[in-house]
């Protein structure tokens, strides 16, 4: 059974930066694309990033701000987040399938419990 823990979240002012982490067990990161999703209060849970092998996806109202990453050999998954906006406020979550990356959240199997980023001065 894989679990994901993400790790990271926190308050930043808008125009900083947070890294976010997933750490990953229970199976090797390699067979897995992993997206990163987040929800603010009262919408719906959103696509932000996804990585398969050496592919990246990314949310128009993202691209140029966030990159994500990961080390096979770790197990680990990082969204780096730059340049960020009150609108980017919600919890991240990571999660997991086998293969390769979805638009839709439902065809993930694997979910972490999410990190708040908050991003207010």
């Known amino acids: 059974q894989l679990q994901l823990v993400e790790s990271g979240g926190g308050l930043v002012q808008p125009g900083g930066s947070l890294r976010l982490s997933c750490a990953v067990s229970g199976g090797t990161l390699h067979y897995y694309a992993i997206g990163w999703f987040r929800q603010a209060p009262g919408k719906e849970r959103e696509g932000v990033s996804c990585i398969s092998g050496g592919h990246t996806k990314y949310a128009d109202s993202v691209k140029g701000r966030f990159t994500i990453s990961r080390d096979n050999a770790s197990n680990m998954v990082f969204l780096q987040m730059k340049s960020l906006k009150p609108e980017d406020t919600a919890v991240y979550y990571c999660?997991?399938?086998?293969?390769?990356?979805?638009?839709?959240?439902?065809?993930?199997?694997?979910w972490g419990q999410g990190t708040q980023v908050t991003v207010s001065s």
């Open positions: 999660a997991a399938r086998v293969s390769v990356c979805a638009a839709d959240s439902r065809e993930y199997d694997y």
